[in-house]
Each structure stands twice: as structure tokens, then as C-alpha cells.
């Protein structure tokens, strides 16, 4: 922050933390909504494993869009407009994907819709984890967590919603046209009380404070910054793979019903919720590192669990383990590229575009090796990654 910014009161800071935890649970909760009902979006279109790797892959490919070009859009227009629009347009996608299940069996509807619910999601992503970041500064403790528990506990809520719609059988495109318009009406309520300006820093007064495009492209031969993206990129996997596969994995490899495939996706988010809640606890505790490598255990034992395991009820015991494990890896990476305040929105932006790179790469390749495998075994891919994110965690060291 710039020596000449204003002071911000403690009143105003607590509005913005309060604002950025609505954000992040808004994005949990529409992210969800959508995760909850893949089954029945495969059952509409009638589509393969392998089919539905690709039509996952576009809601990756959107938010690569966003969360490469975020920085940028952050530092042209600030992050309030940036969220603003980025959630509104991905409400609309969402609304897209339901009206395209529900009144087509083509997949072009819904390969639209999610390139727009990613990119959306994406560039919101960066603008809210900036924005939390900052407050986290600001407030003087640990923050960053909680945050992102915000985020599960909206997606909690958006998955017992999405496990209820399943059971009275509401269509896509009713439920997800709510869950769209109920987003953006909550998102306007709590919009105006973010408070960084159009640089990424609150109360930011001389330009020579803020990173020009050079150096914000220049984050990307950063070392440190690169090691932290790995760090994200295999904890996203962990979380991604989950959110994407988990429900359907319980269905044709536990044999499950569509609905309890909805609430064991439940499970998992309730899990990482947990861990988020506690994990503030033990990283003011015992710094980071420690609690990444305790979390990479977590999420790799869980993992083997589900995979492996003979009946559904010891696979749910796993999948609590995994989602503990893979709580705090996106979190942890976003506060360490965040350490240095001046370029913490370039760095945000490149270790978060590293992390989805997860939800690019991911859902194609677990659906063409689900598709020969198994979902189960393809599930070993993610096992892989989580043990060299676990070897990266020195880089998110706290810096003195």
C-alpha cells in the first residue's frame, strides 16, 4: 500500500471483510448448483464418460479465459466492477446450461453456458481472492481461510439444494435460473462495501505503487511465484477433480443413486469447510509449511480410500479425509502470492491461472481415463499431484 493512503477505519474494514465473504460464498454457492447436477445433465444429453470430459472441459477453458486476463481488467476498471460483471456473466451461463439440458439434447447449449459460468467464475475468482487478501492486511491476522470456508459453505449449501432438486425431480433449467437470479440479487446488495480501487490496493495514492503490464507479465518467470501456482495447481486438482467427478465417480463406482452421489459431494464440501474453519487455528500456530504437509497426507490417504474401497460407506469416510486435505493448498497459495502487497494482484493472477490449469487439464484426462479404467482408478492422477504440490510447500513459506 502506498505510504500516502488514507487510513481505513475499522468499521469500513469489517464491512469489507463481511462483503468478501458474501462474494466468495456466492461463488461457492453457483458453482455447486452446477456440480450437484452433472448426473442428471449426463442423463439429458445422453452423453459417455469420455463426452462428458469434454463438455467439462469448457467450463475449465472459460476460466482460463478470466483468470488470465483478471489482472488486467482488475487494474483498467477495479475489482468492484470486475466482480460485478464477472459474477453477473456467469449467472448467465449457469441459466444457459439449464434451459440447454432441459430443452435440448445437443451440447452445444451447454458447452456455451459453461464457457461463460468459468470465465465468469474465473475472473471473480482472482478480483475476490485480491480483495481478501488485502483485508486479510488490513485486519493484521489470518484471514484467508475463512474466506474460502465461505466459499464451501456456499457450496454446501448449494449442493444440499442441488440433492433436494434432484429428489423432486425440479429440471436444470428451473433450479438453475433461481439459483442465477437469487446470486445476483445477493451480490448487489453486498457489491458496494468491497473497497480497492481500480489499482488492486485500498486507498492506493501514487501510480509508481502499482505494477505496469511488463512487470505483471514479468510474475510469470518468478520462481517463487511458480513453485506456489504448483503448490495450487495440485490442491486445486484435489478439490476440481472432486467437484467435477466425485458425484458421478460414487454413482458408477460405488453404485449409488444419483441423489446420495449429490450428498456424498456433500460430504466432501462439508469436509473442506472444516478444514478451512480450523486450519486458520493451526497456520497462526504452526506457519505453513507444517500444516501443508499434514493436509497432503490428508488428501492423498483419503483419496487411496475412495478409490480402493469395497463398499460406499468406507469410501465417505475417505472422502472426509480428502476433503480435509484439500482444503487449505488453494487458500495458503492465495495469502503467499499475496505477501508482497504491490504485486500481489499479478501474482494472485498467475498462481491462480496455474491452479485452474487443474480444471482445464483435468476433466478431459479423468474422463478418457475413466472411460477406459474407471472413474475410481482415474482418480490416481489426482493421487500423483497432490504429492508434488506436497513437495513445493517450502515455497509458501511466510517471508520474514
Known amino acids: 500500500m502506498s505510504a500516502e493512503a488514507p487510513a481505513v477505519s475499522r468499521s469500513v474494514v469489517v464491512a469489507w471483510r463481511n462483503a468478501v465473504f458474501a462474494v466468495f460464498a456466492i461463488n461457492g454457492f453457483a458453482l455447486a448448483t452446477w456440480m450437484s447436477r452433472v448426473p442428471a445433465v449426463r442423463d439429458a444429453l445422453g452423453a459417455s464418460t469420455a463426452e462428458m470430459g469434454w463438455v467439462v472441459f469448457s467450463i475449465a477453458a472459460g476460466s482460463i479465459v478470466g483468470l488470465s486476463s483478471a489482472s488486467h481488467v482488475l487494474a483498467w476498471v477495479g475489482s468492484r466492477r470486475t466482480i460485478a460483471a464477472a459474477v453477473v456473466v456467469g449467472c448467465v451461463g449457469l441459466s444457459v446450461v439449464g434451459l440447454g439440458s432441459t430443452l435440448s439434447t445437443h451440447g452445444v447449449f451447454v458447452v456455451v453456458g459453461l464457457a461463460l459460468l468459468g470465465c465468469g467464475m474465473g475472473m471473480c475468482d482472482v478480483a475476490m481472492n485480491v480483495e481478501g487478501a488485502a483485508a486479510e492486511r488490513e485486519l493484521g491476522r489470518t484471514v484467508m481461510p475463512l474466506f474460502h470456508a465461505a466459499f464451501s459453505g456456499g457450496t454446501i449449501a448449494g449442493a444440499a439444494l442441488g440433492a433436494l432438486a434432484e429428489w423432486a425431480?425440479?429440471?436444470?433449467?428451473?433450479?438453475f435460473g433461481a439459483i442465477a437470479v437469487a446470486s445476483v440479487a445477493a451480490l448487489g446488495v453486498s457489491?458496494?462495501?468491497?473497497?480497492?480501487?481500480?489499482?488492486?490496493?485500498?486507498?492506493?495514492?501514487?501510480?509508481?505503487?502499482?505494477?505496469?503490464?511488463?512487470?505483471?507479465?514479468?510474475m510469470w518467470a518468478d520462481r517463487r511465484t511458480l513453485l506456489i501456482g504448483l503448490i495450487v495447481l495440485g490442491m486445486a486438482f484435489a478439490e476440481g477433480s472432486a467437484n467435477d467427478w466425485l458425484a458421478l465417480a460414487m454413482v458408477d463406482g460405488h453404485d449409488v443413486s444419483n441423489s446420495t452421489g449429490a450428498v456424498v459431494y456433500?460430504?466432501?464440501?462439508?469436509?473442506?469447510?472444516?478444514?478451512r474453519v480450523a486450519g486458520v487455528f493451526f497456520l497462526d500456530r504452526y506457519g505453513r509449511v507444517p500444516v501443508l504437509w499434514t493436509t497432503t497426507v490428508l488428501a492423498a490417504g483419503g483419496l487411496l480410500i475412495v478409490i480402493f474401497a469395497p463398499w460406499a460407506g468406507l469410501a465417505t469416510a475417505g472422502v472426509v479425509l480428502w476433503g480435509l486435505g484439500a482444503s487449505l493448498g488453494f487458500p495458503v497459495g492465495m495469502s503467499a502470492a499475496a505477501d508482497d502487497s504491490?504485486?500481489?494482484?499479478?501474482?494472485?493472477?498467475?498462481?491462480?491461472?496455474?491452479?485452474?490449469?487443474?480444471?482445464?487439464?483435468?476433466?478431459?484426462?479423468?474422463?478418457?481415463?475413466?472411460?477406459?479404467?474407471?472413474l475410481l482408478h482415474a482418480l490416481l492422477l489426482v493421487f500423483?499431484?497432490?504429492?508434488?504440490?506436497?513437495?513445493?510447500?517450502?515455497?509458501?513459506?511466510?517471508?520474514?
Open 342 to 374: 504491490r504485486t500481489a494482484t499479478a501474482r494472485v493472477s498467475v498462481v491462480a491461472t496455474i491452479g485452474y490449469f487443474a480444471f482445464l487439464v483435468g476433466p478431459p484426462s479423468i474422463g478418457f481415463l475413466g472411460d477406459g479404467v474407471g
Open 169 to 175: 425431480d425440479v429440471s436444470t433449467a428451473v433450479h
Open 384 to 400: 500423483a499431484l497432490i504429492i508434488v504440490a506436497g513437495f513445493a510447500t517450502p515455497a509458501a513459506r511466510e517471508r520474514a
Open 266 to 275: 456433500g460430504v466432501f464440501v462439508t469436509a473442506m469447510t472444516v478444514g
Open 191 to 218: 457489491v458496494r462495501f468491497l473497497h480497492l480501487d481500480a489499482q488492486g490496493f485500498a486507498g492506493a495514492g501514487d501510480d509508481a505503487a502499482h505494477p505496469g503490464w511488463r512487470e505483471r507479465l514479468s
